[in-house]
Structure formats: C-alpha cells, structure tokens
T-cell receptor, first 111, second 117 residues
Framework: GEDVEQSLFLSVREGDSSVINCTYT??????LYWYKQEPGAGLQLLTY?????DMKQDQRLTVLLNKKDKHLSLRIADTQTGDSAIYFC???????????FGAGTRLAVHP | GAGVSQTPSNKVTEKGKYVELRCDPI?????LYWYRQSLGQGPEFLIY????????DSGLPNDRFFAVRPEGSVSTLKIQRTERGDSAVYLC???????????????FGPGTRLTVL
C-alpha cells in the first residue's frame, strides 16, 4: 500500500543548511509535497514538485526528487530560528489529490 | 480573504457521546477533504467530497464516522458512540480544483482538537 517515511528529528545550527529526507512507495504519485506545521498553527504548503522533475528551487528551498529510488528531499538554506517546526512530506494518490503524509520531521534550530 | 475555518476549535466529550465537527471551506472551492492527525503522526485521510457527494470515504475508520456536505459548501463530520481512541485533531482542507497541484493546492483549516474522556 501507500506509505511515506521520514526521519523524526533534525537539529541544525542557525545559518547552516538543513536537509530533510523522505521516501515514498506510490510510483504513480503525480505530485509530491512539503508542508510545514508550527505549534498552534495549521498546515502550510511550502512547495511541491511534479513527478517528472528532478529538482525545484524556490528561494531558500530546494526540492530534489529521485524517482527511481522514490526519495524526496527538502533543503533549507541559511536556516533560521523561524524555520523551527515540523515538516511533512506527502504524496498525492488517486486522481483527486488525496494526500498521504509521513509522520513528520521535527526541525530544531539552535544558535 | 477568509481561509478554511473549523468549529469548534476544541471539543471535550465523554466516551459514548455523539459529536459533530464543522468545516467552512474557502468560498468557491469544490473539493473538500477531512483528515485526522493523532499525536506525533502525520494527517491521515478520512474522506473526500467533490461538490455534495462523497467521492472517496475509504479512510473512515468504521461506521461510527459519517460526513455530509449537503449544499456543496459547509461539511460536517459526525462521530457516534465516541471512543477514547477517537481523540485527535480533525483537519479539514479545501481546494479549487482537485486535480493536482497549482489550482489543486489544499488549504488546511486550523483543526478541531477532539478529546474523548
């Protein structure tokens, strides 16, 4: 069945780059997503990548997709304390964009 | 403009009671999704509406859960005979176009935190 796996924790120093990794199982997923969740706030879409792309860059965010290995990563350049949050990887399933989420990676940014 | 709203923000109930959770999607969004997020987990899909009809309810855990969207806008998730295991945050999302990203981006509400004692 569909499954999305992520590492649970990542700690980085302010100003360094963060890389959050994700693996997924549904090779028919059309889109793959990264969402951010801050305490007490709703899920916020950060970026997404179409399955026929290898890379997408959006300001400080870079998404890399290895479709052969079903591996997705999110790189955040110059990580700031405001980037501290839980990051969810999600794949779309079905023709109507039903989202299958990973358990989330908690990113902690320290001075 | 107004985003997706959900009421109540918090609901505490006793085991065995009936609860209703409401979702007001963004005006004009035809697609509506319900997800459930347990502590320490990612959201899990429950049900998807296109217009008034439930196009996919495969994520509903059992027949105690039911959802409606009678006029193609507001949706209500109904849980009968609540159990302690139903405690979670229930999230609603809507999108303009269910077919993929871009116009298909799902906008999430803040969620309803349900606690069953």
């Amino acid at each position: 069945g569909e499954d999305v796996e992520q590492s649970l924790f990542l700690s980085v120093r302010e100003g360094d780059s963060s890389v959050i990794n994700c693996t997924y199982t549904d090779s028919s997923s059309t889109y793959l997503y990264w969402y951010k969740q801050e305490p007490g706030a709703g899920l916020q879409l950060l970026t997404y990548i179409f399955s026929n792309m290898d890379m997408k860059q959006d300001q400080r965010l870079t998404v890399l997709l290895n479709k052969k290995d079903k591996h997705l990563s999110l790189r955040i350049a110059d990580t700031q304390t405001g980037d501290s949050a839980i990051y969810f990887c999600a794949e779309s399933s079905g023709g109507y964009n039903k989202l299958i989420f990973g358990a989330g990676t908690r990113l902690a940014v320290h001075p | 403009g107004a985003g997706v709203s959900q009421t109540p923000s918090n609901k505490v109930t006793e085991k065995g009671k009936y609860v209703e959770l409401r979702c007001d999607p963004i005006s004009g969004h035809t697609a509506l999704y319900w997800y459930r997020q347990s502590l320490g987990q990612g959201p899990e899909f429950l049900i998807y509406f296109q217009g008034t009809g439930a196009a996919d309810d495969s994520g509903l855990p059992n027949d105690r859960f039911f959802a409606v969207r009678p006029e193609g806008s507001v949706s209500t998730l109904k849980i009968q005979r609540t159990e302690r295991g139903d405690s979670a945050v229930y999230l609603c999302a809507s999108s303009l176009n269910p077919l993929g990203a871009g116009e298909g981006e799902q906008f999430f509400g803040p969620g309803t935190r349900l606690t069953v004692l």
